[in-house]
Nanobody, 126 residues
Framework: QVQLVESGGGLVQAGGSLRLSCAAS????????MGWFRQAPGKEREFVAT????????DYADSVKGRFTVSRDNAKNTMYLQMNSLKPEDTAVYYC???????????????????WGQGTQVTVTS
């Protein structure tokens, strides 16, 4: 079992920044592809960003490209999401996810992840 715990959410004005963290409970975290997803009120959960096991490869949803940066520190079993130039439409619960069954490559589909965190709320005011 892998436990994922998100932190860093909060309330911020449009144009501001937040950094989310996702701490994993297992050292084998370093072999997992990881991802961030979000779910806004009344909407389905959607892909935000993914990072390969090594951190050398990343991918983003078009809506966040150029504003969000995903990174990881395998020594700390932690993944991050730096969110800049936040917009009200970024308001959502943000979830981190881990793919412990794959080869550590990028994953953009929810079905490709087998562990999920509980989520952290991000609210952006205009």
């Amino acid at each position: 079992q892998v436990q994922l715990v998100e932190s860093g959410g909060g309330l911020v004005q449009a144009g501001g920044s937040l950094r989310l963290s996702c701490a994993a409970s297992k050292r084998t975290f370093s072999s997992y592809a990881m991802g961030w997803f979000r779910q806004a009120p009344g909407k389905e959960r959607e892909f935000v960003a993914t990072i390969s096991w090594s951190g050398d490869s990343t991918d983003y949803a078009d809506s966040v490209k150029g504003r969000f940066t995903v990174s990881r520190d395998n020594a700390k079993n932690t993944m991050y999401l730096q969110m800049n130039s936040l917009k009200p439409e970024d308001t959502a619960v943000y979830y981190c996810a881990a793919d412990s069954l794959g080869w550590g490559n990028l994953r953009t589909l929810q079905s490709e992840y087998n562990y999920w965190g509980q989520g952290t709320q991000v609210t952006v005011t205009s």
